[in-house]
């Protein structure tokens, strides 16, 4: 069998939020749904556009840090929400490390940084791009709990236009 280019293969979005839980799901991804020869792994990360310490708060939700225009400084800044999202690492570096172990097992794959509320940006990207399978995780909240939080899982069940498989951290 010849192999298959990277727009005939089937779109896999993995999100991913920074935590064990959402590497765990990454690992188990890999191991039980994504074929190498077929596949083409996409990973998401969703860095809320909240204001961070050291910056103004200007009370709108959705605002980055005020900064200056120099791209040195817009890095910064960037690399410091990305590192408050993801517990001390910056997004780039931990999509990086997972985009590496994917290329050591021989599938194709890319990097995506989402800016915005993930209940929000995952139904958005699924939308407005090619993909056949969105993989997230599901924390197990409480249904009160999700109620008042807002679950992204259900969020993206309900409004995301491809399959989409919540795989509940207790059982992997």
Not at 77 to 102: C, I, N, S, Y
């Amino acid at each position: 069998m010849s192999e298959l280019s990277i727009t005939e293969k089937r779109r896999i979005v993995i999100a991913y939020d920074g935590t064990e839980d959402a590497h765990k799901l990454f690992d188990w991804s890999i191991k039980n749904i994504v074929n190498q020869k077929t596949d083409h792994v996409i990973l998401v990360s969703a860095l809320a556009r909240t204001s961070h310490s050291g910056a103004k708060n200007t009370g709108k939700r959705d605002s980055l840090p005020m900064i200056s225009t120099t791209p040195t400084r817009v890095n910064e800044a960037l690399d410091q929400v990305e590192k408050e999202a993801h517990h001390g690492r910056p997004a780039r570096e931990l999509l990086q490390t997972m985009a590496d172990q994917l290329k050591s097992a021989n599938i194709s794959s890319e990097q995506h940084i989402l800016w915005g509320d993930a209940k929000e940006v995952l139904p958005k990207y699924t939308q407005s791009h090619q993909v056949d399978l969105l993989i997230v995780g599901s924390r197990g909240l409480s249904t009160m709990k999700s109620v008042f939080l807002g679950s992204v899982s259900d969020k993206c069940v309900h409004e995301c236009p491809c399959p989409v498989l919540v795989v509940r951290n207790a059982t992997i």
